[in-house]
């Protein structure tokens, strides 16, 4: 589909370059979200990819599109598709993520200070567990309930920071609040010099 001229290289296909690669996630199961408000006129509102979808379009999940609410009627995770319907209500849903990260192998090390740098190979194992009703303004939690969706794992690279044993002086509750504060950080920064997504850099 690329053709040589110069020195430089064309693209010659009749197809977007992008037209089935996702440049938003790296996922190739999407989650179409179908708006069913008017019985005789389904239509898809949005696309979402597998691991957001775990979180924010669950059932009974309140799905902002638009600034439109959208209560969640059924998610089905097979058929990647959840179905929604427009509401108006004065809470938002807010969904906990159980996540655990296996090291498969780790490829590159460097030391600095009071902690190691490592780069390798790792697991992602993530799993929706339950989710709370949120009241605007005041942040009550107004109610709660299960997520049921099955585990996923995502292999992929990653890096990542130990700790070592020169930092016995601080508490544990120190040291947690460093690690804390250095992953926000490294949230809001680390998107600025590599092309991830915002799942990717959890």
Do not use: C
């Not at 790296?26 to 979200?33: D, L």
């Not at 605007?136 to 990653?158: C, K, Q, R, W, Y």
């Not at 020169?166 to 092309?195: C, F, K, M």
Request: proline share 3%.
């Amino acid at each position: 589909m690329l053709k040589e001229l110069n020195g430089k290289f064309h693209w010659m296909s009749d197809q977007f370059p992008a037209h089935n690669i996702s440049l938003r996630s790296a996922s190739q199961e999407n989650v179409v979200i179908i708006d069913l408000s008017e019985t005789a006129n389904r239509k898809v509102i949005g696309e979402m990819d597998r691991f957001s979808a775990m979180t924010l379009p669950h059932e009974e999940a309140i799905y902002l599109h638009q600034g439109i609410q959208y209560q969640v009627e059924e998610l089905d995770w097979e058929e990647k598709k959840a179905y929604v319907r427009e509401v108006d209500v004065d809470y938002f849903t807010d969904a906990n993520l159980a996540v655990q990260l296996q090291v498969l192998e780790e490829d590159q090390e460097m030391a600095s200070g009071f902690s190691s740098y490592h780069y390798g190979d790792v697991a992602f194992h993530a799993m929706a567990t339950i989710f709370k009703k949120i009241k605007f303004e005041t942040h009550d939690n107004i109610g709660s309930g299960p997520i049921h969706l099955p585990e996923v794992e995502i292999h992929t690279n990653a890096v990542w920071m130990t700790v070592n044993e020169g930092l016995h002086d601080w508490t544990e509750d120190r040291i947690e609040q460093g690690l804390i504060g250095a992953a926000n950080v490294l949230q809001s920064v680390a998107p600025l010099y590599t092309i991830i997504t915002p799942a990717e850099s959890v």
